[in-house]
């Protein structure tokens, strides 16, 4: 049977899940917890191999990038308000390494705008070779959406979605996450589709077609996972146990 | 005359000069915010050019680091011993932001934890694309001492001093400045030394012999300065003011 020791996972935790996105800064705190163990008891039986996280922005980062204007393609150049975004997400990094501290999970902060940068052309540019050692040395790390110097535009937004094909591609990874507030990509009729091999086969389903999503959403989510080597998953909450012992649950992409 | 609208300047600010050093966690508030003047007002006069800044640990991040006995060479792999070094920096990062924002300085900051490894052997490898689009887009990055993943160590320190010469030397800088508690290098009578441009002619006033320095120090210093292209200065806080505008304070290292 195939060893899952090495394997490195990278999960992402949407930022729906881990706040209460409809208020400013509020962290979902039993939400986070219940992640936090999951997390734990995998590492905890050996199921896990190494891990690397991602979690999303929620109300901590998206609040301050609105009021600001910011996007993923219009930024900032008052410091400040880039500094109100890198700071809440900051923060929300904090409370979740704090989670996973309490529960003896070593991980350790890797501020994208620290790292990271786009061309002209709104390319990313993102050395992982710090999260490489992170990895190799036995710690968890732990990233987020985040600003990100974008030549031309000041601060943009790097969002956690992107930052998790980077590393699941950047760093071979085996397997993929996506702890969603929905229990998997959904049909027209709100059931789960098991699995998706080719974006054809959902874009009715999914309500968008390839020329007019501009906004990211499910169908830039299915489109970007189809496009990594490594098999990705959409689940809901309930499911990262299941995912992190080795299962499928919800939509496997791939 | 030469123009030094687009020149980039390194400026190193102690830790021993913008924290009172023998109290833990405590700033020096006035050092830092006659330092921060300086900045504000070469900025203003259009004098400094492009500007990066890196900032020592002083009382922040020494004091973590010697209670959990790692070095750059000894590290830990304890995660909570090494978020507390990493955390008492970036609260040290915040204030020196903060001053800077107050004066119009658009500081952001940049964590080296997050970008910069050791390989086992080390050397230092740190990507500088962020810091280059930073400073394109008209930002002052703010780097610091900090913990950096080491392969075989854990989590090592990764030094202000060791990120300055990498900042000069992978950016191409046209100026450094050291901005230490002492004047200038000091001769055997505390006099100040105007220039130095080999090691071996300050070799018996600094007391120190080559094979003997592991310590860093003012040895070591002079000795990453000299190996570097650029010019570099290092002054006393006084003279701050004079280096930004382009002047020749303390000791000349070239």
Do not use: W, Y
């Not at 299915?222 to 939509?251: I, Q």
């Amino acid at each position: 049977m195939h060893s899952a020791e090495h394997d490195l996972v990278v999960v992402k935790l949407g930022g729906s899940v881990i706040t209460e996105k409809d208020r400013p800064e509020t962290l979902d705190g039993p939400a986070l917890s219940a992640a936090a163990d999951a997390i734990a008891a995998a590492r905890g039986d050996g199921a896990a191999g190494r891990l690397a996280i991602v979690h999303g922005g929620g109300s901590f980062g998206h609040h301050h990038a609105s009021r600001h204007g910011v996007t993923t393609e219009h930024g900032t150049h008052d410091a400040g308000a880039a500094l109100s975004i890198h700071g809440a997400m900051t923060t929300l990094n904090r409370f979740v390494l704090s989670r996973l501290h309490d529960r003896d999970v070593p991980a350790l902060p890797v501020h994208p705008l620290s790292v990271a940068a786009r061309d002209a052309d709104g390319s990313l540019s993102c050395s992982l070779e710090q999260v490489d050692a992170m990895l190799a040395e036995g710690f968890v790390p732990v990233l987020h959406g985040d600003g990100v110097a974008h030549r031309g535009e000041g601060i943009t937004v790097l969002s956690g979605d992107e930052l998790v094909c980077r590393l699941a591609d950047g760093l071979d990874a085996d397997r993929v996450g996506v702890c969603s507030t929905v229990p998997g990509v959904l049909d027209g009729d709100g059931a789960v589709i098991p699995e998706i091999t080719a974006f054809e086969d959902v874009a009715d389903a999914l309500g968008e077609s390839e020329s007019t999503d501009v906004s990211g959403g499910m169908a830039g989510k299915v489109r970007e996972l189809l496009a990594l080597s490594a098999p990705a998953h959409v689940f809901g909450p309930d499911d990262l146990p299941a995912f992190l012992r080795g299962e499928s649950p919800g939509t496997r992409i791939d």
